[in-house]
């Protein structure tokens, strides 16, 4: 059974910087794209980062590109999202998922695992 425990959220000034960290369990790691999405209150789920299976590919969504940086770390099982300069429109729950897909999975039906999300709120 996969799990995927994320963790690392908070409140945090505009400008600041928060790093979440994704915990994953009872899948192969090293053969899983894992990304990380979210959700604001009344919005739909949307795409923020990926990292491919080697950790060789990253891909952003044009809001976050240059502010975030998606990691992996296969000795621990564990993907990062390093969020900097952030702004009170980053503000959301933020979801760790997993798929066996390969690069380009940026839709929310692509990913077969999540986890159960993570708050960050930015304050203006």
């Known amino acids: 059974q996969v799990q995927l425990v994320e963790s690392g959220g908070g409140l945090v000034q505009a400008g600041g910087s928060l790093r979440l960290s994704c915990a994953a369990s009872?899948?192969?790691?090293?053969?899983?794209?894992m990304a990380w999405f979210r959700q604001a209150p009344g919005k739909e789920r949307e795409f923020v980062a990926f990292?491919?299976?080697?950790?060789?590919?990253?891909y952003y969504a044009d809001s976050v590109k240059g502010r975030f940086t998606i990691s992996r770390d296969s000795a621990k099982n564990t993907v990062y999202l390093q969020m900097n300069s952030l702004k009170p429109e980053d503000t959301a729950v933020y979801y760790c998922?997993?798929?066996?897909?390969?690069?380009?999975?940026?839709?929310?039906?692509?990913?077969?695992?999540w986890g159960q999300g993570t708050q960050v709120t930015v304050s203006s």
């Open positions: 998922a997993a798929t066996r897909r390969g690069s380009g999975a940026v839709y929310p039906t692509m990913y077969d695992d």
């Open positions: 990292i491919s299976w080697s950790g060789t590919n990253t």
């Open positions: 009872g899948l192969t790691f090293s053969t899983y794209t």
